[in-house]
């Protein structure tokens, strides 16, 4: 168990008592079978992610947007409320501490579903399918991460990537940023030699930089989900029930044209 358990006990202890006090009647709303579905703000579903993640969620004039904005924005059609997005950083997200915290009901960050964050929340059905990728300024020759050896490669605080770099870059040095405009950055003034994050960010990275190349993938056959409180049934229900009918009824294909339209969808 790590530290973080025990301190974060006495928050659930103390929401939940807050909850019972309260009898929490302005936080409900309705599921659509019904159900009661407890939101921590009422009249709003809100989410904690960690910008920018782009196309996923990143902030375009003051406004944040993305695939997974609009997703979550079909849940909160369906609840009849709007989506509120907290910007909050990673590592309080893909440990549960936000969500337990009651910061949010739903987090949604391009997030990889993982047995050890499943033990800290729980996870909707995947909605997107992602694997790690290298990035490098143009011509820099790095393809593998055995190129990289006695270099340095960037990675993201917390993530996946991080974790794949860690396992498999044997002697090779890596740095962590906070978050991927700081990673990228690093990548194109060459405070790193490269870096590792998921590949729908780094395509769309490339896409708009034409002075980096995305050298290769590495098949971590991730999904991604959207993550609610452990034991949040009626919301994670709702959530499934979403993604499930947006996937048969066109509304999924088309978010994800909008945002990766050059992308061929399998
Ligand atoms: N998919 C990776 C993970 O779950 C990276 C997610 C980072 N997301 C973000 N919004 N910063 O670890």
């Known amino acids: 168990m790590s ?58 004039d003051n406004k944040i947007v993305g695939f997974d904005v609009d997703l979550v924005d079909l849940v909160a059609k369906e609840l009849k409320v709007t989506q509120e997005i907290v910007d909050t950083p ?62 340095k490669l960037g990675v993201q605080q917390g993530t996946t990537g991080e974790e794949y770099a860690k396992k498999n870059g044997k002697d090779v040095e890596t740095v962590q940023f906070e978050d991927l405009a700081l990673l990228l950055t690093a990548v194109k003034t060459g405070q790193v030699d490269a870096a590792v994050n998921d590949n729908g960010v780094l395509f769309e990275y490339v896409r708009k930089n034409p002075d980096t190349e995305v050298t290769a993938e590495f098949e971590t056959g991730e999904k991604y989900g959207v993550g609610v409180r452990t034991g949040n049934d009626a919301l994670r229900a709702e959530i499934n029930k979403v993604i499930k009918a947006a996937q048969s009824d066109g509304r999924y294909d088309a978010i994800y044209k909008k945002w990766f339209p050059a992308a061929p969808k399998n």
């Open 90 to 151: 990673f590592e309080g997200i893909q440990t549960g501490e936000d969500l337990n915290a009651r910061k949010c009901d739903v987090a949604a960050a391009g997030m990889t579903i993982t047995p050890v964050r499943e033990e800290n929340l729980d996870f909707s059905d995947p909605y997107f399918e992602a694997t790690q990728a290298l990035v490098t300024k143009k011509g820099a020759g790095y393809d593998s991460l055995a190129s990289l050896k006695g270099k």
């Open 3 to 60: 530290p973080r358990t025990a301190f974060v006990l006495p928050v659930v202890t103390t929401a939940a008592a807050l909850v019972a006090m309260t009898g929490c009647t302005s936080t409900e709303t309705s599921g659509s079978d019904g159900s009661k579905v407890e939101l921590v703000k009422s009249g709003k579903l809100t989410t904690c992610t960690h910008l920018p993640y782009e196309p996923f969620q990143s902030r375009q």
